[in-house]
């Protein structure tokens, strides 16, 4: 009895595999294999504009994404904005110009450049070293500097000073100079 079961279930598998052998090779058409040479030209596709569309490619990296203030995971839509609120201004008076802007006045930047300071070796006044350019100027703390500043104090790393004439004062720092080059 079980040789017969699988007897049975042998042939009915042999007859499906032929049927899907048979439904799978399609025995009238013949088998070609078409080869294609090197030396014929294939045929190209058609392409009106080949040029690559610069205006619609910096439109595309210049785009900015903006916000429509709506959660995009969510399916609920936001609640509407508010009303416009309109503020009545009330009467108009005559036109008052805003008070003029007042521009605090400036020191004048010294002329020279401050590079040194030094003492004096039998006083205890500091001298500041100035220099043009052509010309080096050598002035104590208290003292004019080209009919126009007094030096105030002279510091460390700055030199205090104040110009005569408008009494305003300003700082002007120590410049450190390289070593001058060789020959």
Known sequence: MKQKKQLAVLITLLLTAGVIWFLYFDFDRPIVTTVVSATQNPQLLSVENPQLHTPGV????????????RNIFSRELPPPPPPPVHIDPGPKGPYVPPP??????????????????GTVPNGTSRRAFLTDGENVYVVAEGEILLNRFRILKIG???????EVSSGLRGTAILEEQGAPPSA
């Open 156 to 162: 460390n790393a700055n030199l205090e000073y104040e």
């Open 58 to 69: 910096e439109k595309a990296r210049n785009t900015e994404y903006k916000s429509g203030r």
């Open 100 to 117: 003029p802007v007042i521009v605090p006045p400036t020191v004048s930047p010294l002329p020279v450049k401050f590079f040194g300071f």
